[in-house]
C-alpha cells in the first residue's frame, strides 16, 4: 500500500486528520516515510544539504567548541554527546576524527551518542562511523519510533549511553525544523480530510493549548484582509519541539545544549515575518505545496527560538543569547583564522575551493546567517559559559526568552 492510500485510510477509518499527524506519516512512517525509506536525501544528488555537507570545517569548529566546554567543566573523567537527528552522521564523523586528532584529553573522555529515527539513516551511520562505533566511542540508538493512529506525533524521549550524572551535551543540526507541527488560521486549526478521492484541508477547533502557544510565544492568524495578503495567514504552533526541550533539560544534569537551526523570534513574528513558514524540498526545490507526492519530499518549519528558550528557562536551564551561525562559527574560528578548516590543502587550489566552502557556511549570503544558535546550560560556572570562544560576538539584548508574554486563558 502506498502512503498516500495508508492516509487515505486512516482518514477514513479516523476522519480528518490533524496536519502534525500528517507531517509525521509523510516523514517518518516506519515502511514508507521520507527519512524513514531512504538515506539519499542529503547533499548535491539529495533534496537538500546541511552544513555538514558543505565541509567538514564544520564538525571540526564545533569539536573546539566542545573540547571548550568539557574544559569549563573542570575536565571530567567522562562527558557524553548526545547528537539528535545526526542524518548519514557527517558531523558526528568530522567530531570524532578532528578530536582524535586534536583534542586528545577531550577524546579520551568522550562517549559519542548519535539518536536516529530513520531505520535506513541508522544503517548509514553504521557504515560513516563504522572505526568509532567498533572502539566503542560511539553508539547509534533508534530514539522514540512509535505513533499509532489516533495518538499525537512521536513523542520525545532521550536516550542517553552514560549514567545521568556524566556531564552532557546535546547537540541538534536541523532536528527541530524537521519536527511535525500543528497550523492554525482564523478558520481553526487545520486537518486533512479525504473527500472526492482527494486529500482536502478543513479546519476544526484548535486546543486550549495551541492558543496558550500563541499567545505566549508567537503571534495568532488574522483575517487576510488586516494583513493584506491573498491567502490565509498560517501560524505554526510546533508543541512536539516543546516536548523535546523538556526532554533535553530534564536529561542535562549538567552540562550545555546546542541548537542549530533556521528561525525565528516572537519579535520578529510581531514585526510580520516568518507568519507561516512550512515548505516542502525536493532535489533543491522548496514548494509550499505539502500534499504532493506524500513521503517523496521533505517537509520543514522554521523553528521559534522564543518558545524554545522559554522552555529551556522554565526548566531552570540558562540560556544565552541567540547567535548567528555566522557569529558563533566566526568566534571559534578566528583564533587561528580558521587553520582547521585548510589543513589538509596541499596546493593552492584546494585552499582556494575551501575557502569558499567556508565562506558559505560564514558568510549572510550563504547559511551565516540564516542559520541560527541557541544555547542554554546547567551547572556550569556563567563566566565561563560567557567565555566560550562561539559566544564571544552577538549582542545579549538582540533576544531574551522574556521575549514571552503572559498568556491569557482558553478554555
Ligand atoms: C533535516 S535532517 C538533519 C540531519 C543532520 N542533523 C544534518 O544536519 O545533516 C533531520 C534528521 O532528524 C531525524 N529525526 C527526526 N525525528 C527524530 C526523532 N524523533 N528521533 C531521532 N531522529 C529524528 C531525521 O530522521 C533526520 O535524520
Not at 41 to 56: C, E, L, P, W
Request: glycine share 6%.
Amino acid at each position: 500500500m502506498s502512503l498516500r492510500e495508508q492516509i487515505e485510510r486512516e482518514i477514513r477509518q479516523r476522519g480528518p486528520i490533524p496536519f502534525s499527524r500528517y507531517m509525521q506519516i509523510c516523514l517518518y512512517d516506519p515502511s514508507h516515510g521520507y527519512y524513514s525509506a531512504n538515506a539519499e536525501q542529503f547533499g548535491k544528488a539529495g533534496d537538500f544539504y546541511t552544513s555538514s555537507d558543505v565541509h567538514a570545517v564544520f564538525g571540526r569548529l564545533l569539536a573546539r567548541q566542545f573540547d571548550e566546554i568539557w574544559q569549563a567543566l573542570d575536565r571530567p573523567a567522562k562527558i557524553e554527546i548526545l547528537e539528535l537527528g545526526p542524518g548519514r552522521g557527517l558531523f558526528a564523523r568530522d567530531v570524532l576524527d578532528w578530536s582524535n586528532k586534536k583534542f586528545h584529553d577531550f577524546f579520551a573522555a568522550l562517549t559519542y551518542t548519535l539518536q536516529e529515527t530513520s531505520p535506513a539513516l541508522r544503517a548509514k551511520l553504521q557504515e560513516t562511523l563504522r572505526e568509532h562505533l567498533d572502539a566503542g566511542r560511539a553508539h547509534v540508538g533508534a530514539g522514540a519510533l512509535t505513533c499509532p493512529a489516533g495518538r499525537s506525533p512521536a513523542a520525545a524521549d532521550i536516550h542517553r549511553s552514560l549514567p545521568p550524572d556524566a556531564p552532557l551535551i546535546v547537540f541538534a543540526n536541523e532536528f527541530f525544523d524537521a519536527l511535525p507541527v500543528e497550523i492554525l488560521s482564523t478558520n481553526g486549526k487545520l486537518h486533512i480530510a479525504f473527500e472526492n478521492n482527494s486529500l482536502r484541508e478543513t479546519w476544526l477547533p484548535p486546543l486550549a493549548e495551541e492558543l496558550e502557544f500563541l499567545d505566549r510565544y508567537g503571534v495568532h492568524p488574522e483575517p487576510r484582509e488586516r494583513i493584506d495578503v491573498d491567502d490565509d495567514d498560517r501560524i505554526e504552533v510546533p508543541i512536539l519541539a516543546q516536548d523535546w526541550i523538556r526532554q533535553i533539560a530534564r536529561s542535562i544534569e549538567r552540562g550545555l545544549l546546542v541548537i542549530v537551526d533556521y528561525g525565528y523570534t516572537r519579535h520578529q513574528q510581531l514585526a510580520g515575518r516568518y507568519r507561516g513558514t512550512l515548505m516542502a524540498y525536493r532535489r533543491h526545490y522548496a514548494s509550499p505545496d505539502p500534499y504532493q507526492a506524500p513521503g517523496e519530499q521533505d517537509l520543514t518549519a522554521h523553528v521559534n527560538f522564543t518558545a524554545l528558550a522559554a522552555v529551556c528557562e522554565q526548566a531552570g536551564m540558562q540560556c544565552e543569547k541567540l547567535l548567528t551561525q555566522s557569529q558563533f562559527l566566526m568566534g571559534i574560528g578566528e583564533t587561528n583564522q580558521f587553520a582547521d578548516a585548510f589543513e589538509d590543502c596541499r596546493i593552492p587550489q584546494e585552499r582556494a575551493k575551501v575557502a569558499l566552502q567556508l565562506k558559505h557556511l560564514v558568510t549572510p549570503i550563504g547559511m551565516g546567517e540564516t542559520f541560527q544558535v541557541l544555547t542554554a546550560s546547567r551547572g556550569i560556572d556563567p563566566a565561563r559559559i560567557a567565555a566560550l570562544s562561539g559566544l564571544r560576538f552577538g549582542s545579549s539584548s538582540q533576544f531574551s526568552a522574556s521575549d514571552a508574554k503572559t498568556p491569557a486563558t482558553h478554555n
